[in-house]
């Protein structure tokens, strides 16, 4: 919707709705141009409203027909399309059945939001607010209604008509039409509406659940594409097994649909018995996917199923609850990920982008509580706070009370709250109730922004064999809060003797001997704990597993050397490796900054030697472990952001590590070469991922030929995009001819094409810029399909630091550039694309008021969409 005044919605203004719907029935007569909508629904007053408030339904670009109470026609004056395209009775009956016709045009919604086509084919997007863009209808997650729906389309155009639940009836129609019926039994919101329909094909499987419901598993694609659906559908009848385990949760339908779509703005969607889903997070083969692909479609393929419980069975009353469903719902994928692989691996993965993506965020100008307090346009806020964050909070809650409460607090959440939309409180009740622990100062991690910083101090008393560790915890300010109160902390932690062994952890007061690790709650701003008959003074170990999303600060550099070989957590092994790495880094780019020649610490060798010597019992951790800290981890620990200097640091430091453990690094590249065929199982995974670590530092030490051999002979994607973006960065003629190659040989396939746009964008070269502009006026550029318009525009922006942000600002302009054409087409993702100019108070002055600058051309331009609006103007505040 454009709008000059966009309005602010409060998450304190909510009302209950005026009237409730219980049954609808929708018909849909399809066309590209001319889609006629008719739908039919029994309304009523709802008791827990005032009784005189007025019957609105919203609706957006909606062409009225027609429209009929209880069978008469409506006269105009008695029904009236508003400014925001909303349509309000006067003078509504108590109870009655509401019937409208309306026309769309879904071949022009450029939006990907409601109704639209793809390819010929058509598709849905309902959450949050696209059902409005569909029919007239109380377009809010608090209404909850029984939909049947009847789909009429050409038959040889449409062969495929889909929508929720159950099949309930299908024939010929008038000329070649057909049509199909859809009746859901269980009552949803608006949002989880779907329709698919088109020239597809499927992929079928079953599934059985524990008590016996037999459920037809299909995966929807376009012919040609049936070959790659295999690894989705696995994933799907693993996240069924393991729901059903690990909380009980059957599947509830005769059916499971999945569609896969080339243009869609998100990852995918959880609609009830019709999941739509972004190509990308379904289709795979070993020739085409990455490891990381196939990864992402595990994750998100169980996301979305998880979501018929939590989501769908038990919704969010209003999207101010967003997290209620999101945050859950991630623990719950990630959980599941976790017991199909590495538990560790998955760990530091799931920080790494915790950190790379939703720190930054809460220190940034949207800051906002996983619970939000007021938004514009709701889109802006599906974000990695309300996501991994959100997902933290429940994982704090799972470490206070622990697995068998919370596996009660889950049992109690859904039954008690089955077919209803419901808010935070209503979790964290359940969870309360479940495990008899006060909960109630949990709810601060939901209404309070910003990244709690934790700082550690220790004391021993060797005469005493005693231990003493304080903590303390507070929180930076953020947009609209700014002051913070302190917020409980789980401290995971540990001692280790000077050998590394682990020391007794009996804390003062308690009888029991304690060992291993345990958790310190930390609730107040500062606390002290006395650990006794501690025989050595202790290295502490805190923070495993990363109970907590805070910012550990200040532990020695002595420390985080020995944590780093000695520790009995890994993901504490792996931290302490990086934060070491990060704090050598950060003083080189502080010599840089003063023009002197960055010195090198032997220990990173060292490290890099050691890691390599262990790297057979769990290459995915060694390869973890083998990474430098990314760029944007290290700018975030400066309080002056230099991205050229960070850049090129890391860049030379990468090369000194080649250089130093070429040997040690070319031995392990050869000793893990694949032999016989691709495996996608979590050890083969990491041999790749190590290998390609090896590549890396040999490359960046002056090997390219190295890359290029690889490439060359490359059999899967995985190691031959991990050559191509080394090669890119290349200035030699290899690096135009793998390009070239690399384009030549998949230029038909869509989501490969997109590897070789992002790789591009990614790429350090001198004159990234003119080759951006390039790109961007390539052929197979496209604006519209958002994957691509990621690809390129995402892709440099959030992945090309130095570039971005070239002191000239033409990386500014650049990015604006494109958000300024995108906007009219899909406001929502030309918002999404706009973030990384936000961070201008992040960068030096001279930075900053080139960035601010283009934020302001953006905003100046006429009919901005309120999404792009709210990013552009919160930024500038
Ligand atoms: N609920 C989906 C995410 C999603 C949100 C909005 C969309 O369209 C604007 C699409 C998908 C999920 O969590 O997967
Ligand atoms: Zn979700």
Known sequence: MKTDTPVTIRRGDYAPPAYLVDEVALEFRLDPAATLVRARLALRRNPAAAPDAP???????????????????????????????????????????????????????????????????????????????????????????RYEVTITADRTLCPVLLSNGNPAGSGLGDGNTHWARWVDPHPKPSYLFALVAGDLVNVADRFTTRSGREVALNIWVRRGDEDRCGHAMDSLKRSMAWDEQ?????????????????????????????????????????????????????????????????????????????????????????????????????????VRGLRAAQFPEDAGPMAHPVRPDSYIEIDNFYTPTVYQKGAEVVRLIHTRIGPAAFRRGMDLYIARNDNQAVTIEDFVAAMQEASGIDLSAFMGWYDQAGTPELAAEDRYDPEARRYTLTLRQSTPPTPGQPAKRPLPIPVAMGLLGPDGAALPTRLAGENAAQSGT??????????????????????????????????????????????????????????????????????????????????????????VANTLAAAEADPAFAAEALSLPGEGFLADQMAVADPVAIHRVRQGLRAEIGRRCGPALRAAYGSLAETGPYRID???????????????????????????????????????LAALSLLADAATPAREEALAAFHARWRGDALVLDKWFSIQAMADRPDAIEAMRQLYAHPDFDLRNPNRARALIGAFAAGNPAHFHAESGEGYRFLADAV?????????????LIGPLGQWRRQAPSRGALMRRELQRVLDTPNLSKGTFEKASKALL
């Open 55 to 145: 019957l609105r339904l919203d609706g957006e670009g909606l062409q009225l027909v027609e429209a009929r109470l209880d069978g008469a026609v409506l006269p105009p004056d008695r029904c009236r399309i508003g400014e925001d395209g909303a349509l309000t009775l006067l003078d509504p009956p108590a109870a009655g059945v509401l019937e409208t016709l309306v026309r769309i045009a879904p071949e022009s919604n450029t939006a990907l939001s409601g109704l639209y086509t793809s390819g010929g084919n058509y598709y849905t997007q309902c959450e949050a607010e696209g059902f409005r863009r569909i029919t007239f209808f109380p377009d809010r997650p608090d209404v909850m209604s």
């Open 820 to 832: 300024i054409a995108l906007d009219p087409i899909n406001g929502s993702i030309a918002a999404r």
């Open 518 to 607: 345990r958790t310190l709650l930390l609730e107040a701003a500062e606390q002290s704990f006395t650990f006794e008959d501690v025989p050595a003074p202790p290295v502490p170990s805190l923070l495993r597993s990363f109970s907590a999303p805070v910012r550990l600060q200040g532990v020695p550099r002595e420390q985080l050397r020995f944590l780093a070989v000695h520790d009995s957590d890994p993901f504490v092994r792996w931290e302490s490796g990086q934060q070491y790495a990060a704090s050598v880094m950060l003083e080189m780019v502080a010599a840089a900054q003063r023009g002197e020649a960055p010195g090198f610490d032997p220990a990173l060798a060292e490290a």
């Open 246 to 350: 690990v909380f009980g949760l059957e599947y509830d339908l005769d059916v499971f649909n999945i569609a896969a779509v080339s243009d869609f703005n998100m990852g995918a969607m959880e609609n009830k018995g019709l999941n739509v889903f972004n190509t990308k997070y379904v289709l795979a083969s070993p020739e085409s996917a990455t490891d990381g692909d196939w990864q992402g479609i595990e994750t998100v393929v169980a996301h979305e199923y998880f979501h018929n419980w939590t989501g769908n069975r038990v919704t969010c009353r209003d999207w101010f609850q967003l997290s209620l469903k999101e945050g859950l719902t991630v623990f719950r994928d990630q959980e599941f990920s976790a017991d199909m692989g590495s538990r560790a691996v998955k760990r530091i993965r799931d």
């Open 682 to 720: 979590g050890r083969s995974i990491g041999r790749r991922a190590l290998r390609n670590a090896c590549l890396g530092y040999l490359v960046a030490a002056g090997d390219a030929a190295l890359a290029k051999a690889q490439f060359d002979a490359a059999t899967n994607m995985t190691d031959s």
